[in-house]
């Protein structure tokens, strides 16, 4: 069982940056696919990022945001900068079991959920 703490949102103005971090219980997270989604008010949770032995991230974020591990912290990131209003949801971190270098994309493709961080973009 892996526990996942996400801790860095808040609210921001447009064009600012945040870093997100999320800390991993347990003693193999290197050998976890990381993911970041996000769910904005009255919409799906959608893919951010992930990273494996490579990164993968979604179009509507891709050249603003970097996601990172340190391994020897058990933890991941996503730097977000140049932030847009539509970047306003909650950021969730997720873990996948089986490591490899593919691209997961879906809710289903992970196993292991934190609880959320709220990010406010203001315009």
């Known amino acids: 069982q892996v526990q996942l703490v996400e801790s860095g949102g808040g609210l921001v103005q447009a064009g600012g940056s945040l870093r997100l971090s999320c800390a991993a219980s347990g003693r193999t997270f290197s050998s976890y696919v990381m993911g970041w989604f996000r769910q904005a008010p009255g919409k799906e949770r959608e893919f951010v990022a992930s990273?494996?032995?490579?990164?993968y991230y979604a179009d509507s974020v891709k050249g603003r945001f970097t996601i990172s591990r340190d391994n020897a912290k058990n933890t991941v990131y996503l730097q977000m900068n140049s932030l847009k209003p539509e970047d306003t949801a909650v950021y969730y971190c997720?873990?996948?079991?089986?490591?490899?270098?593919?691209?997961?994309?879906?809710?289903?493709?992970?196993?292991?959920w934190g609880q959320g961080t709220q990010v406010t973009v203001s315009s």
């Open positions: 990273i494996s032995g490579y990164t």
């Open positions: 997720a873990a996948r079991r089986s490591y490899s270098y593919g691209y997961y994309y879906t809710v289903d493709e992970y196993d292991y």
